[in-house]
Structures are given as C-alpha cells and as structure tokens.
C-alpha cells in the first residue's frame, strides 16, 4: 500500500498499513537500497512486536518513554549497543515519515540519544610480560632460532602477520637494521632494534639454510618442511608460547602489534612517526593508543595509589 494512499483514506488504519506505506516511502521516495529498506522494516516490525507483548500496538500513541524503556529492553535481552543504535535511528526514520504524511503532529523518537556504544580497547602486554613472552623460544634448535626471530620481528615492528609471513630475504637489510615492508599497495621501511638485528643474523646465516627445501626459496620464514610459513602455522606458535610463558592474557599477533604501538607511545614517540610505521592510513586509527595508554596508567595509579 502506497503511503499518499493511506493519506487519502483517512482514519485510523491497522499497524501494517503504516509499515506498507513507509515500506513504499523508502522505496519510491528515498530510493534506499534493498538491504536498507530490509533493515529498517525488520526494526520496525520488532518494535511493534514489543508494543503488542505490552498492550500496546498502535503506533500513533508512542511516547519518548515507550522508546526509552524499549531500548533499555533490547539492552537487557544481550543486544549490543550498536545494534540498539540501529533500532533508534530506523525509528527516527519512520517516526519521520509519519510526520511528514501527516499521521502524527511530532515524532516521539525525536530527542532519543543514542544508546551509548563501550569503545573496546586493544589488549596490550605490559613490558615484563612482552620480555618474558619474547625468552620462551630456546635457541638450541632450527625451531627454537626460528621462532625467536620471529617473535623479535614482529615486535620490533608492528607489522601485521600477513606482512611478517610475506617477507622475503631481500626486504631485510640487517647491516642497516631496516626492514621493507609492502601490504595494500604500500611500501615503508622499519628500523630493528639490536637483538632483533642479532636474532635475525643467526636465523638468516645459519639455521634457514638447513630448513629450506629449495636453494631458490626467497621467503624469509619456513615451516619446518621448508615452505613458506602459513598464517595458521603462525597462530599455533604464538599460542604455544603463550601457554608455555604462563601469560593469562589472550595473546594474538596483532597483540604483539598492539603493544609496540603503545610502548613506543608511552616512551615518548609521537603519533606521526607510530602511524609510518604501523602502516596506517589514517591518524585516527593511530590516536587509540592514547586512550589505551591512559587506561593503562589510570588502572596502575587505582591500583597502587594508597587512597585510590
């Protein structure tokens, strides 16, 4: 049912010749794509769905409390806040419509805040923890020399998993401590601290040569058949030591980069120079490590301060 059809109906008409005449309005008015006009009805629907389960199911005699004990339900049920969100703003825009057809003076969702969406920080390994994680690996074996290299990599840069297992030989330049990396089309060039520069040198020299299973092989890191090492090869290693460091927190390859961020963050390294390295676009996916670093230093001073 069109909505200027239901406007020269007059009267007063049932739940779902509102929902078909605003189902139109998106379609023919506002042109929204498929997946929005989907979106909006299914949001929609569910609202009047909670208005019948509480013996109320017209929508003209909404309030801004209806909307507001009808978001703190969704909350309740396990919806995230982003998704309550969502429902807040699809009735805005039906609530809008209504309006603008003339079946309502002003719209009740007008003025609902938004449900309030807890930002999710990264989880990073405090200094003793990336030290302790990074001994696990012994170098008495390929494995054991391998692996520390590995892990020494990762976390003198920041790079991404994808970026480590697709390293060559020739991006390492260890005379000058510098590796090249390249992802999405980008290139940047990461300084090595020392023992990383150390680890590599042993790895590169004198344990890839025995694990390679072709003398024309130019990936940096192998699994123990001589073959590229795989993302899921990866994982499994950094589980290991996780468990075998006794370390409590969900360790992760990006964990390693989250924290290389943060620690030279909180040594005094300025966004720029984090953002270059990190490889990312935008400053502003940079500028989280400020908050995770201030969350940090506020949970030590409750922690530890005598009044706190």
Known sequence: MRADSIERRGGDFLAADYIAGYRDYLTDVKHS???TVSSYLRDITQFH??????????????????????????LGKGKSATSVTRSVASLKSFYGYMVSYGFMKSSPAKGVAAAKVERKYPQILTSKEVELFLEQPQCVDAKGYRDHAMLELLYATGIRVS???????????LAAGLVHCESKGKERIIPLYHTAVKALQDYVKDIRPQIISDADER????????????RQGFWKIIKYYQEKAGIEKDITPHTLRHSFAAHLLENGADLRSIQEMLGHADISSTQIYTHVVKKQLKDVYNKAHPRA
Request: net charge negative; hydrophobic share 35%.
């Open 33 to 35: 794509s498929a997946n």
């Open 49 to 74: 769905t909670y208005l019948e389960d509480n013996g109320q199911s017209d929508f003209k005699k909404v309030k801004p409390e209806t909307i507001k004990t009808y978001m703190t339900w969704m």
């Open 163 to 173: 970026e480590l297992i697709s390293l060559n030989l020739e991006d390492l330049n």
């Open 219 to 230: 990936a940096l890191f192998v699994n123990m058949n001589g073959d590229r090492m795989s």
